[in-house]
């Protein structure tokens, strides 16, 4: 008897001590939410049982996702958006993701000025991300961390991220809404960002438009436009901005609001969302799968096979099906 | 005894049929080879057991892998460093990585116009590729295909890719040399391509070097360097070209050369290989056990759960767990 209630008290310990953090963190309190934030970033132990609670409560926060070139002035538009809803008293989830190397310390250094400026402001909160390792991925920490915010009941969720690579891609997948950044007088403007990111735009933003060859930029948007029909028959309009002395804010905030609109009437918001998840479910399940395999080999093993392919000892096609073999029992 | 021996001499049939493709395809045939490089590049059914049949064959070729930011003149500095090599007897093959979109169909006409360039030469052959789906990807893709091409004999492999993703970063990881190509006058120069590309540079060169800035480039890159020492000691060198014109190409071949030497010196060949093949390793793990997880789920039950979560009626993160389970025979 004892060997069967032991293991079941320990758990509902365990249940309790989640559910009291998850309760804290719905209440508002700003410690449990960056733990929270933490431990998902992390990958701990108990952020899978976390996001299993946390869940349920999703779905209230409208995520934006922006994104643009480096330089393009992401952070000040995300700022000064933050500052309008703020007004409108909703509450704000800000995640900047920066795929950051080694070299450049910039992001941080940035970061704790933005936080300096919305210091006094609880209801804006500010999470940068870095390049995590490549399992996961940053693109799934992104979500994790979304779905804290989310569950925490920010009314908007503001993703913030480079648009340079397929990261950044599946990274704006996550958003209801894309805007993105361009700015002028980048050289080719429009090829400095991934072609992919061009085409999840809902809104495209011209900031720093006061600088010359924003015409050229807008010229360059509305001939790809040309070429391509959306499948929601929406067509991204085009938002002049000067962020850093707040013009064309208010402007972009109701072009969001007149999208949001849209996606309503049209009954776009759920399909748009099973969608994602679909592409979501894939990665996680790939994860899940090779974080199973991972668990079947030894310690060194890895290392070992690597050794044995790369001297051409052994054939890497036939051992990743031998090991899939294993694992699924077959073997 | 039917029922026993009919499978066995099918699979014998076919194996010898492969054995014969891949005879045809080791004594320079240019139709299995382009055969051979479909299939892989497809994901045909034939695909791994072929490879499995070409891998023992691999390791001759030396990957050179070239990369930079759109408009830095990658193609044409290949296609001369292509032509150098030839002088030399060496066979080549060059795989030309784009991850187009939709909107650009530059790629492709560009390619044409390579062909027909280097069509009256056998010793070169170059293969475009495109993004493909999500599973697999581009990195796996070209791995395969490298595969290929290394065991038909060729001498040099080239693969050619636009440096500004992960996607990019994963595939110069193939290579034995990676040269990262820069090019002055395009606004922020080092920042136009991702970080981590910068890292893994084993030889920069300054293309279209007669252009203005040439130095600030090589400014940029040489600060960079005094930031951080690689494990390997190697300080890359830096090579100016002007690849319209052939300028700078013997140059960069003999750089190239050294730096081959040095490899070859320190005896890091392996080693590098050894850590690319445990990367690979784990990517072709993820991809395989992937796949396990979505033959064990029926049509349609992918879209079915992605609707019960946006729906909020299920939870991803206990039933990526379920899936697992259910793949790994636990339940």
């Known amino acids: 008897v004892f060997h069967g209630t032991a293991p079941l008290l320990y758990t509902e310990s365990l249940n309790h001590e989640l559910q009291q953090w998850v309760e804290r963190l719905r209440n508002g309190d700003p410690r449990s939410l960056a733990r929270a934030i933490s431990t998902v ?3 701990e132990a108990d952020s899978s049982e976390l996001l299993k609670c946390l869940f349920p409560h999703t779905g209230h926060a409208r ?10 002035g992401k952070s000040t538009l995300v700022d000064q958006l933050a500052k309008h809803y703020r007004k409108q008293n909703q509450t704000i989830g800000i995640i900047a993701v920066d795929p950051t190397s080694p070299y450049s310390g910039g992001a941080i250094l940035g970061d704790r000025i933005r936080m300096q400026d919305h210091f ?5 909160y500010i999470r940068s991300m870095a390049t995590r390792g490549s399992l996961g991925g940053l693109a799934r920490t992104t979500a994790d961390v979304t779905t804290v915010l989310d569950a925490s009941g920010r009314d908007l969720i503001m993703i913030e991220t480079v648009g340079v690579g397929q990261d950044e891609v599946d990274i704006v997948r996550l958003a209801d809404i894309t805007v993105v950044i361009l700015v002028p007088g980048m050289g080719d ?7 992919g990111i061009m085409e999840i735009a809902d809104i495209f933003v011209i900031n720093k438009c006061d600088r010359e060859g924003a015409e050229r930029v807008e010229r360059e948007i509305r001939a790809m436009q040309s070429l391509a029909v959306r499948s929601d028959n929406w067509t991204p309009p085009i938002v002049k901005t ?3 002395e707040g013009q064309g804010i208010a402007d972009l905030a109701t ?3 007149q999208y949001e609109a849209y996606l309503k009437k049209e009954n776009l918001v759920l399909k748009r969302n099973v969608e994602n998840w679909r592409e979501r479910l894939v990665e996680m399940l790939r ?4 974080e199973k395999a991972r668990a079947a080999m030894t310690e060194g ?3 070992r096979y690597a050794a044995e392919i790369a001297e051409h000892k052994r054939d890497p096609y036939s051992l990743v099906e031998e090991i899939v073999g294993r694992v699924a029992g077959e073997t």
């Open 287 to 290: 994860d899940a799968m090779l």
């Open 301 to 303: 093993e890895m290392g």
């Open 120 to 124: 006094a402001d609880p209801g804006i």
């Open 242 to 244: 000067v962020a850093s």
């Open 41 to 43: 970033e992390n990958g």
């Open 189 to 195: 403007d429009v090829q400095t960002i991934k072609a």
């Open 255 to 257: 072009t969001i609001g």
């Open 63 to 72: 995520i934006l996702g922006m994104t643009g070139a480096p330089g393009a």
